[in-house]
Structure formats: C-alpha cells, structure tokens
C-alpha cells in the first residue's frame, strides 16, 4: 500500500498484472478492501496486463460491490487500458475506452 485517501488504502501496482501475480495481488487487495472503508488502486505503473490480472481487477470490484464499498481505479497504464478495451470490460472499472 502506498498510502490512504479518504480512509481508503491506496494501492499501487507496479509491474506486470498477469496469473504469475494474481494470487498474491488477489489476497492483497481483498485483505485492504476488508480492513477499510473501501480501496483505490493505481494501475498507472503496470508494464504488462493479461486475462488473469483483469479477472482479478473484476473480482475486486465485484466484492467491492457486495459489501457497498467503493473501489476505484485511480490511474491505468496503456496495457491495462488495452486488455479492457478488447475485452469490451473496461466499463464496468471506469478504464477509458480509449488506448492512447
């Protein structure tokens, strides 16, 4: 965690957002999500983004949802930003539609 806004952590991830790293991110960002009022997440520093990161991005947020908490993208790289674009899932986190 890099810091809290509004009582919520903020989470950044640096790095690559692929299955090699969901398992660790995933019991990361829930463990901040469950200790707090909600959870900000910057993906502006990810270099690499796959299925499995952005199915952990949607699981957070589905959780999020569930316990009525917010959960918002504060930054996304031009990776993250293209693994949601083409898979038409970028609506449901705030991702821009755009890749540029």
């Known amino acids: 965690m890099t810091g809290s806004r509004e009582n919520r952590p903020v989470v950044t ?5 692929d299955a090699g790293q ?5 019991a990361t960002l829930l463990a901040a ?3 707090s009022s ?5 993906l ?3 270099s690499a983004c796959d299925r499995a990161g952005l199915h952990l991005l949607l699981a957070v947020h589905r ?3 569930a316990e009525g908490k917010p959960f918002t993208l504060t ?5 993250v ?8 899932a970028g609506h449901l986190l705030g991702i821009p539609a755009r890749t540029a």
């Open 81 to 88: 930003r293209l693994v949601a674009r083409l898979t038409h």
């Open 33 to 35: 999500l469950t200790s």
């Open 75 to 79: 930054g996304s790289s031009r990776a």
């Open 44 to 46: 502006s520093a990810v």
């Open 22 to 26: 969901v398992p660790y991110l995933h």
């Open 13 to 17: 991830v640096i790095g690559e957002l």
């Open 63 to 65: 959780r999020a949802a």
């Open 38 to 42: 909600g959870l900000d997440l910057d």
